[in-house]
Protein backbone atom coordinates (compact mmCIF):
# COMPACT_ATOMS: atom_id res chain seq x y z
CA UNK A 1 0.00 0.00 0.00
CA UNK A 2 1.56 3.58 -1.11
CA UNK A 3 1.70 5.75 1.75
CA UNK A 4 2.75 9.21 1.27
CA UNK A 5 4.55 11.47 3.71
CA UNK A 6 4.53 15.30 3.54
CA UNK A 7 7.43 17.50 5.43
CA UNK A 8 8.90 20.89 5.29
CA UNK A 9 6.36 23.55 6.30
CA UNK A 10 6.28 26.10 8.46
CA UNK A 11 5.99 30.19 9.02
CA UNK A 12 7.79 32.03 6.58
CA UNK A 13 7.74 36.03 5.55
CA UNK A 14 6.20 37.10 2.76
CA UNK A 15 9.39 36.92 -0.44
CA UNK A 16 10.45 33.85 1.61
CA UNK A 17 11.22 30.12 0.32
CA UNK A 18 9.96 26.80 1.73
CA UNK A 19 11.09 23.35 -0.33
CA UNK A 20 7.80 20.77 0.88
CA UNK A 21 9.10 17.12 0.70
CA UNK A 22 6.82 14.69 -0.06
CA UNK A 23 7.91 10.57 0.43
CA UNK A 24 6.90 7.19 -0.35
CA UNK A 25 6.88 4.28 1.39
CA UNK A 26 5.60 1.26 0.60
CA UNK A 27 5.58 1.60 -3.42
CA UNK A 28 8.09 2.86 -5.79
CA UNK A 29 6.94 5.94 -6.99
CA UNK A 30 8.36 5.21 -10.92
CA UNK A 31 5.08 4.37 -11.67
CA UNK A 32 2.88 7.13 -10.57
CA UNK A 33 2.38 10.62 -11.34
CA UNK A 34 2.55 12.94 -8.30
CA UNK A 35 0.39 16.06 -7.93
CA UNK A 36 0.68 18.83 -5.29
CA UNK A 37 -2.43 20.49 -4.18
CA UNK A 38 -3.05 23.05 -1.18
CA UNK A 39 -6.46 23.91 0.67
CA UNK A 40 -6.92 27.25 2.68
CA UNK A 41 -9.50 27.84 5.30
CA UNK A 42 -12.89 27.88 3.95
CA UNK A 43 -12.14 27.17 0.30
CA UNK A 44 -11.88 24.38 -1.97
CA UNK A 45 -8.86 22.30 -2.34
CA UNK A 46 -7.16 23.40 -5.90
CA UNK A 47 -4.36 21.95 -8.11
CA UNK A 48 -0.71 23.49 -7.40
CA UNK A 49 1.07 21.79 -9.49
CA UNK A 50 1.83 18.28 -11.30
CA UNK A 51 4.70 16.20 -12.32
CA UNK A 52 3.98 12.67 -14.52
CA UNK A 53 6.04 9.99 -13.40
CA UNK A 54 9.12 10.13 -15.95
CA UNK A 55 9.79 13.99 -14.37
CA UNK A 56 9.35 15.02 -18.51
CA UNK A 57 6.07 16.97 -17.96
CA UNK A 58 4.87 19.30 -15.07
CA UNK A 59 2.13 21.70 -14.71
CA UNK A 60 1.13 24.26 -12.86
CA UNK A 61 -1.43 26.57 -11.40
CA UNK A 62 -1.44 30.52 -13.01
CA UNK A 63 -1.06 31.73 -9.40
CA UNK A 64 2.57 29.83 -8.70
CA UNK A 65 4.25 29.38 -12.37
CA UNK A 66 7.39 31.29 -12.24
CA UNK A 67 7.79 30.41 -8.42
CA UNK A 68 7.02 27.29 -7.48
CA UNK A 69 9.17 23.77 -9.06
CA UNK A 70 8.22 20.84 -8.70
CA UNK A 71 10.72 17.69 -8.73
CA UNK A 72 10.98 14.26 -8.48
CA UNK A 73 14.19 11.94 -7.28
CA UNK A 74 12.93 8.69 -7.68
CA UNK A 75 15.80 6.99 -6.68
CA UNK A 76 14.60 8.79 -3.24
CA UNK A 77 10.89 8.11 -3.49
CA UNK A 78 10.41 11.43 -2.76
CA UNK A 79 8.68 14.27 -5.09
CA UNK A 80 9.58 17.87 -4.16
CA UNK A 81 8.08 21.09 -4.10
CA UNK A 82 10.20 24.27 -4.32
CA UNK A 83 7.96 27.97 -3.17
CA UNK A 84 10.32 30.74 -3.88
CA UNK A 85 8.43 34.69 -3.41
CA UNK A 86 5.73 33.25 -1.10
CA UNK A 87 3.07 35.04 -0.41
CA UNK A 88 -0.17 35.69 1.99
CA UNK A 89 -2.55 33.70 -0.18
CA UNK A 90 0.06 30.91 -0.73
CA UNK A 91 -0.81 29.80 2.99
CA UNK A 92 -2.96 26.39 3.25
CA UNK A 93 -2.28 23.05 4.10
CA UNK A 94 -0.62 21.49 0.89
CA UNK A 95 -1.08 17.85 0.13
CA UNK A 96 0.50 15.62 -2.15
CA UNK A 97 -1.22 12.65 -3.76
CA UNK A 98 -0.14 9.96 -5.84
CA UNK A 99 -2.18 7.82 -8.94
CA UNK A 100 -0.79 5.32 -11.43
CA UNK A 101 0.21 6.22 -14.35
CA UNK A 102 1.90 8.49 -16.49
CA UNK A 103 0.34 11.29 -17.12
CA UNK A 104 -0.34 14.16 -14.24
CA UNK A 105 -3.48 16.34 -14.30
CA UNK A 106 -4.12 19.14 -11.59
CA UNK A 107 -7.66 17.25 -10.87
CA UNK A 108 -8.16 16.53 -7.27
CA UNK A 109 -10.42 13.39 -7.62
CA UNK A 110 -8.29 11.94 -10.27
CA UNK A 111 -5.47 10.82 -7.25
CA UNK A 112 -5.91 7.39 -5.67
CA UNK A 113 -3.05 8.53 -2.84
CA UNK A 114 -3.04 11.39 0.15
CA UNK A 115 -0.84 12.50 2.78
CA UNK A 116 -2.25 13.81 5.41
CA UNK A 117 -0.86 17.84 4.63
CA UNK A 118 1.45 20.18 6.06
CA UNK A 119 0.73 23.76 7.17
CA UNK A 120 2.35 27.10 4.74
CA UNK A 121 1.76 30.32 6.70
CA UNK A 122 3.18 33.45 4.69
CA UNK A 123 2.92 36.41 7.00
CA UNK A 124 4.76 39.07 8.67
Known amino acids: QLQLVESGGGLVQPGGSLRLSCAAS????????IGWFRQAPGKEREGVSS????????NYADSVKGRFTISRDNAKNTVYLQMNSLKPEDTAIYYC?????????????????WGQGTQVTVSS
Open 97 to 113: AAVWGILATMTPDEYDY
Open 51 to 58: ISSTGGTT
Open 26 to 33: GVTLDYYA
